[in-house]
């Protein structure tokens, strides 16, 4: 621990009159990102780490960091969010130099800096808190703001900098990171890894990842690509390796063309990490993915084939737009979502000509954004950031699911041609820069006559949904907008609906090319009409668009009609089901059947159904010859089995004695067998738990089993220790298998025990969303309540909420979208 001379502290006083960079507060303000935006330039980082074996040994590092000052007028504020006994020293040339620790802050006074060019050198111990390590290897992931947990730096996307690393490890150790490997040589026992420097690059950007990784170099179409993993189970990476590399290589050369520039980065790599926090990370040169996203079970439905190709699309996109052009700050992070994921849907749909693309876009964007976009809880697309430390909260299904819609609302306005034209002039514009949203608005602004900035107001700047009924306008059916939460918000966009005269009269059925956002309302008279025409050979019923635009919009109106029945809604899901073949609308299907079984009927309205329900599936399960199709059945039975017989199918299933032709079961697919059957057999739990541990080859999975199976203990005692135990930052720290756990723990069939954690969870939040990725607050919300639907569990919520009235606002935001269900399922 540093003392500050009288002196110093009067002149940090005095300074802070004038400069509030002197003290500053955690995180990086807006204003301090501003003012070292302003300030500096030309940076550079040279970092050593040296890496021990195992994963508690600390990390040493030694960096230089070189860059140029615009004026002395206020201190130097470098992030380092760690405590100050990782300071080891802090030199400029001469020698040692006196520093502050401040808030996660390491502040050097002017006297010890020159304008122009300086040169800092500081040795630390790294922060553990987002190297991710585990003990044969450890992997980085540094967005938004979690850089400066490992090294002290300006950690701001718009100040890209050059990195150059080194990286000691234990002999047999491999290493990736951005820049290419220059030279790999020994020193006592120790492999030492140099990386080439990379080109400007935003801190969150940076990456590397070390350990016992096997790795695979391919040259495809003229690119060398080397792909790093963990996956033991070789007839796995066989199955899957080739085709891999062929969607990075489709991908890019598609990317190069559309925007004319070519690759930015040079080398291109990445890793495949076990339980990786998302589908894949886009570092340049180094993407991480996580590695069940890349490497497919045996028989793979559509959906996971394309969900394969559009990860890797998007992450491929992001090099482009995120790394080459960066947003100026992460309120505009939503961009190069909204890119990577617009860019990702051109780059697949060619590959996957059996698919129904527009189907398949409806079915991936719309429900999932109303499902956030219906709540009170909801966000616009562009959101506030007063500081990056709450840069994880903006991430959610406005950005990933909402934009995409949005975006795609632009290009029909604009055309796919001048949209093209803008998005290369903004990427070219803006190389190795930042640029914000309004940026891009201009450009397209100066290109065609619509105004297209009004329009970007009520579409990104605002909240919400709107919802439309049938209406009557001169004879014709027109849809009118209702009662938007916003006076005078008018959500300009172009309708279609289809209609069709009955016997009883004219049936309008809205949006019916699935286009339109929002909620459609269709009279009960429609919706039976679509339900018992459902598939007939006819112009409209069997259009598969117009199919999964009205199961959209009946579960729409499922969600906001407190007197729907969910008896009534399952029935006509289970009379559809047999008619559908499409997988996309089966999935969709299996999914509202599954939560209106689980979270909107009652024990007895489930048990009523049981053996029905389980037996269509059996059925559909057997009967389908598809066998992504037949994936989809076998995962929704093992859902919802529940009787005796369904239990034995599933067990029979799980130890090889039944064996259903065509469905090939992974070692994931047994492992959630043997959970399933712990969850709801509790007298087999330890013996089919104890069989499975021991079958299980793969060492990642085994740990992680291992690690959820105290929350699947028939004992509520044991459940209770493992929930206290979450309590624990460091026993949270594998956030996939937490996520798993807590599904288990609060199961619909254990709601009732879990009530008592509910309270706890939400004390938690604050404190998981300084400590865990930025996914983890809403997935931890999540995982925690989506089994709950007792008023118990809502009066929870609303105590919460009570008793915080100042409950940080986009926090609190979360706790809104994630209880929605459950405050729908109370309502009834
Ligand atoms: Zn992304």
Redesign the pocket.
């Known amino acids: 621990m540093k003392i500050f001379s009288l002196f110093l502290i009067l002149m940090v006083a005095f300074a802070a009159c004038r400069q509030s960079t002197s003290t500053p507060e955690k995180g990086v303000s807006f204003e301090l990102n501003q003012y070292r935006k302003q300030n500096i330039d030309s940076i550079q980082y040279a970092i050593m780490l040296d890496i021990p074996a195992g994963k508690s040994s600390r990390i040493t590092g030694e960096q230089t960091i070189t860059f140029e000052l615009k004026s002395l007028d206020s201190a130097l504020v470098l992030d380092f969010n760690t405590d100050s006994s990782h300071i080891l020293a802090v030199k400029s040339g001469a020698g040692k130099i006196e520093y502050q620790f401040v808030n996660e802050h390491i502040v050097i006074q002017p006297k010890h800096l020159n304008k122009g060019k300086n040169s800092i050198q500081i040795s630390f111990v790294a922060g553990d808190l987002s190297l991710n390590r585990s003990e044969d290897y450890l992997y980085t992931l540094f967005v938004p703001d979690r850089a400066s947990t490992c090294f002290p730096l300006f950690d701001q996307p718009n100040l890209k900098a050059k990195y150059s690393l080194t990286l000691k490890t234990p002999a047999g150790w491999e290493a990736v990171s951005n820049g290419a490997l220059r030279a790999k040589t020994a020193e006592s026992g120790k492999s030492i890894y140099h990386f080439e420097e990379t080109k400007p690059i935003s801190s969150y950007l940076f990456a590397f990842a070390a350990g016992k990784l096997f790795k695979e170099t391919k040259m495809v179409a003229g690119r060398e690509m080397t792909m790093y993993y963990r996956e033991t189970d070789t007839a796995k990476v066989n199955r899957n390796r080739d085709e891999v590399f062929a969607l990075h290589a489709k991908s890019l050369a598609w990317l190069e063309k559309y925007t004319g520039i070519p690759y930015p980065f040079g080398k291109f790599d990445f890793a495949l990490i076990p339980s990786f926090q998302y589908g ?1 990370m ?1 570092h340049p040169g180094s993407v991480f993915y996580n590695e069940s996203a890349l490497f497919l079970d045996e028989n793979p439905s559509v959906n996971r084939l394309m969900a394969r190709a559009s990860v890797i699309a ?2 491929s996109a ?1 090099m482009w737009f ?1 790394d080459l052009v960066t947003m100026d700050w992460f309120n505009d992070v939503w961009l ?2 909204v890119f ?1 994921n617009f860019m990702a849907a051109k780059i697949v749909q060619p590959s996957f000509p059996e698919i129904n693309h527009e189907l398949r876009f409806l079915l991936a964007h719309y429900p999932g954004a109303y499902e956030v976009d219906r709540t009170q809880g909801t966000n616009p697309i562009l959101q506030q950031l007063g500081n990056l430390k709450n840069a994880g909260t903006l991430y959610g299904a406005i950005i990933y699911l909402k934009a995409p819609i949005v975006m795609r609302k632009l290009e029909k306005i604009i055309g796919a041609d001048l949209m093209r034209e803008s998005l290369r002039e903004y990427l070219k514009t803006f190389s190795f820069r930042n640029a914000r949203w309004d940026d891009l608005i201009t450009i397209i602004d100066r290109k065609t006559p619509e105004d297209i900035a009004a329009w970007s107001n009520v579409w990104v700047k605002t909240a919400g949904m709107p919802a439309y009924t049938i209406g009557e306008e001169n004879y014709k059916i027109v849809l009118k907008q209702v009662k938007d939460s916003v006076s005078a918000r008018v959500w300009a966009q172009p309708l279609n609906s289809k209609e069709r005269d009955t016997q009883d009269g004219r049936l309008v059925f809205p949006n019916g090319d699935g286009t339109g956002y929002g909620y459609f309302e269709m009279d009960s008279l429609s919706k039976n009409y679509f339900f018992t025409h459902y598939n007939e050979p006819d112009s409209i019923f069997d259009e598969p668009v117009f199919k999964g635009a009205m199961l959209v919009n009946i579960w729409e109106g499922f969600m906001r009609d407190n007197d729907a029945s969910a008896e009534n809604l399952l029935q006509k899901l289970m009379i559809t089901l047999p008619k559908e073949s499409n997988p996309l609308l089966i999935d969709y299907m299996l999914g509202a059947l599954q939560t209106t079984w689980w979270t909107f009927l009652n024990e007895s309205g489930r048990a009523s159904r049981q053996v029905q329900l389980e037996q269509l599936l059996w059925r559909l399960l057997n009967e389908t010859r598809d066998k992504g199709i037949k994936t989809s059945y076998f995962r929704a039975f093992k859902n919802v089995a529940l009787s005796p017989d369904g239990l034995q199918k599933m067990r029979s299933l799980w130890n090889g004695k039944l064996v259903v032709k065509d469905l090939v079961l992974s070692e994931d697919d047994k492992i959630s067998l043997a959970c399933e059957l712990a969850l709801k057999q509790p007298e087999v739990a330890d013996e089919v738990l104890n069989e499975q541990i021991a079958n299980t080859k793969n060492p990642d999975r085994k740990a992680k089993m291992q690690f959820v199976i105290p929350a699947l203990n028939p004992a509520e005692k044991v459940r209770d220790a493992f929930f206290e135990s979450l309590k624990k930052e460091s026993n949270r720290e594998k956030e996939a298998w937490v996520i798993e756990a807590l599904g288990y723990l609060h199961h619909p069939l254990r709601a009732q025990s879990a009530v008592k954690y509910l309270r706890p969870s939400l004390d938690l939040l604050q404190e998981i969303q300084l400590t865990g990725d930025i996914f983890f607050p809403t997935r931890w919300l999540h995982g925690t309540f989506s089994g709950h639907s007792s008023t118990e569990a809502a009066a929870v919520v609303n105590a919460f909420l009570k008793a915080h009235p100042d409950y940080p606002g986009f926090l609190k935001n979360k706790i809104l979208q994630e209880t929605d269900m459950l405050q729908r399922a109370v309502r009834r």
Request: hydrophobic content about 10%; proline content about 0%.
């Open positions: 894949g886009e998007h992450e992001h995120g190069k979502e990577a």
